[in-house]
């Protein structure tokens, strides 16, 4: 069977992952947060004021759709995740959780660890991931920017089955990212 060849993005990633010593036969997700622990970092965190917008905006739509949300922090722990049950009961055995690190540098080669690392839009598609257990997933992300300072501040990620790396994904996502970028544009500032 002829392999073809993956994707300059894809490519640049794996290299990354390898680079780091990533086994790509462990689970790629790190849970290394006790649950008291991260529902204090989220209720302070400032994307606590985006999660709304995305509930409102993307959750409802992709558990409608089999898919699953994610927003997680510019380090690349994700703080919600929310989306088809079925879904979230699968995800669990990749650590694809509240509470887990999925940065390029744990997880490997995925939309949300991906888009943090190259600070853009990514989809990667099934055997595009790193970590061989992702490999029936497929996921698309955005980084979620202040709109003042430019400043990283997390990722908007929707994982699931093709229908996760679809047309109309990055476009909704971005659309919703500027929504919650927006929002967080409109809080007080605590300086």
Known sequence: MHRVAPRPLVAA??????????DPDAVPGLLDLPADDLLAY???HPLSLAWPVVERLLVRYATD???????????GRLLWVDGDRTARRRAED???LEGADWSE??????APGTALALGRAVQIR?????????HPW????????DRTTGALLGVLDVTGGDLAVASGVLPLLEATAAAAEAELALAPRGD
């Open 105 to 110: 540098a744990v997880a490997g080669t995925s």
């Open 42 to 44: 989220r209720a302070e």
């Open 94 to 96: 990749m650590a694809f």
């Open 126 to 134: 099934r055997d595009e991931h790193f970590a061989r257990m992702v």
């Open 138 to 145: 497929s996921c698309s992300a955005v980084p979620l920017r």
């Open 65 to 75: 759709a089999g898919l699953l949300v994610a927003l997680g922090d510019r380090a």
């Open 13 to 22: 990633s794996w290299r990354r992952s390898a680079a780091l010593a990533l």
